[in-house]
């Protein structure tokens, strides 16, 4: 009964530093040990996600346009950064930026030892919400009364029988009405 309910977040980030797969009897345990690995995996990877959403300032305009990090290694004390370029003319010329990329790259972690290693690949950029364009929004001109059409309009309500009040709302709507009649005659339909 126990396992039919939904794991919150943090269980499921547990289980996976733990190491433990989802058939295992779940234990409630205060403090968790990890093991130094699964820390080291999730350490390089929150990295390359902030040197991803960073790369233009990292690599500079000429080869961040052409180039993204695809893979973030650590070995030896050192940060072995592989990163993507599209095809071979731009992978030649990347090459002569290596030392630059990598002193960048460093500045980045905090001064930490970087090698940096290129290749043809995919380039797969961080996907962004799309900003919308504001509306076209269609508005009409007011229409204008004049008192005079008003209060003629009223006289033709009031020997009708109805109220000076209610005469001079319903002699507003009538010309309102019949002008913007007359303005969808002489306008062109929008689509």
Same mark, same amino acid.
């Given at each position: 009964?126990?396992?039919?309910? &939904?794991?919150? =977040?943090?269980? !499921?980030?547990?289980? =996976?530093? !733990? ?38 300032? !990292? ?8 180039? =993204? ?29 290596? &030392?630059?990329?990598? $002193? ?7 001064? &930490? ?25 269609? $508005?009409? &001109? ?19 029988? !109805? ?29």
């Amino acid at each position: 009964m126990e396992q039919d309910f &939904a794991k919150s =977040a943090g269980e !499921v980030v547990e289980a =996976a530093l !733990v190491g433990r797969t989802g058939g295992e009897p779940r234990k409630k345990t205060r403090g968790a040990r990890y093991k130094p690995e699964y820390w080291n995996l999730l350490n390089l990877s929150v990295k390359l996600c902030g040197l991803t959403e960073n790369w233009r300032a !990292v690599a500079g305009e000429p080869l961040a346009s052409r180039s =993204a990090p695809a893979v973030c290694e650590e070995a030896e004390g050192r940060l072995l950064i592989t990163v993507n370029v599209p095809d071979q003319m731009v992978l030649s010329s990347a090459r002569f930026r290596k &030392a630059r990329l990598e $002193r960048g790259i460093s500045a980045f972690f905090g001064g &930490a030892a970087v090698s940096v290693d290129f290749r043809v690949g995919p380039i797969l950029r961080q996907a962004r919400p799309a900003r919308s364009a504001p509306q076209q929004v269609y $508005r009409r &001109a007011p229409v204008v009364n004049s008192e005079e059409e008003i209060a003629e309009r009223e006289k033709f309500f009031i020997e009708g029988g !109805v109220s000076p009040e209610l005469a001079s709302s319903m002699a507003r709507v009538m010309l309102s009405l019949e002008k913007l009649s007359n303005r969808k005659k002489r306008l062109p339909q929008r689509p």
